[in-house]
T-cell receptor, first 115, second 115 residues
Framework: DTGVSQNPRHKITKRGQNVTFRCDPISEHNRLYWYRQTLGQGPEFLTY????????KSRLLSDRFSAERPKGSFSTLEIQRTEQGDSAMYLC?????????????FGSGTQLSVL | AQSVAQPEDQVNVAEGNPLTVKCTYSVSGNPYLFWYVQYPNRGLQFLLKYITGDNLVKGSYGFEAEFNKSQTSFHLKKPSALVSDSALYFCAVRPYGGATNKLIFGTGTLLAVQP
């Protein structure tokens, strides 16, 4: 399967713990996005990378959240000191750099449950 | 603020009947509009997009969408529904003038096709 891969699929953690998610985009895609989706809502934009550069961050991304894409390939999203409100599906997407209306390819997501 | 609205949480249709999933938008400038579909345990998949030109856009799996500027709508349609079309459908808009292909999603409409 050469689609967008996200690990783990599910993560259960206790409040206050740190968690890290990984996203492997489609290999030739140099744009990478993180979204968050809660039940009954559409995906909400969190942050965007072009190659290794993080070019945009949503106000939803508090100081407890950090994302990296060190070599312009895979990306990680870390949440420090998790809170119950962080429980959500975290989606990664990637796209080609042809034009700004290029379609996004989404992974299946990481479901985070904070107890 | 740029946004999309999906007024129906759920649409029920019998197999073989035409289906419509509604979407209205609010943007400044020219709208760039998209439809994505989410099947259970799978990532969102691109269906179609409107950028410019013909108001009727054709996409994957026999779906089409009609852009109506006067009504600020971008309804998703299919002439004959299949049970396999049952899924969660999201309308999305790309903010005009944005430097990324960050998307703003609606809240989603669950399509249920009965055999």
């Amino acid at each position: 399967d050469t689609g967008v891969s996200q690990n783990p699929r599910h993560k259960i953690t206790k409040r206050g713990q740190n968690v890290t998610f990984r996203c492997d985009p489609i290999s030739e895609h140099n744009r990478l996005y993180w979204y968050r989706q809660t039940l009954g809502q559409g995906p909400e934009f969190l942050t965007y990378f072009q190659n290794e550069a993080q070019l945009e961050k949503s106000r939803l991304l508090s100081d407890r959240f950090s994302a990296e894409r060190p070599k312009g390939s895979f990306s990680t999203l870390e949440i420090q000191r998790t809170e119950q409100g962080d429980s959500a599906m975290y989606l990664c997407a990637s796209s080609l750099d042809r034009d700004l209306n290029e379609k996004l390819f989404f992974g299946s997501g990481t479901q985070l449950s904070v107890l | 603020a740029q946004s999309v609205a999906q007024p129906e949480d759920q649409v029920n249709v019998a197999e073989g009947n035409p289906l419509t999933v509604k979407c209205t938008y609010s943007v400044s400038g020219n709208p760039y509009l998209f439809w994505y579909v989410q099947y259970p345990n799978r990532g969102l998949q691109f269906l179609l997009k409107y950028i410019t030109g013909d108001n009727l856009v054709k996409g994957s799996y026999g779906f089409e969408a009609e852009f109506n500027k006067s009504q600020t709508s971008f309804h998703l349609k299919k002439p004959s529904a299949l049970v396999s079309d049952s899924a969660l459908y999201f309308c999305a808009v790309r903010p005009y003038g944005g430097a990324t292909n960050k998307l703003i999603f609606g809240t989603g409409t669950l399509l249920a096709v009965q055999p």
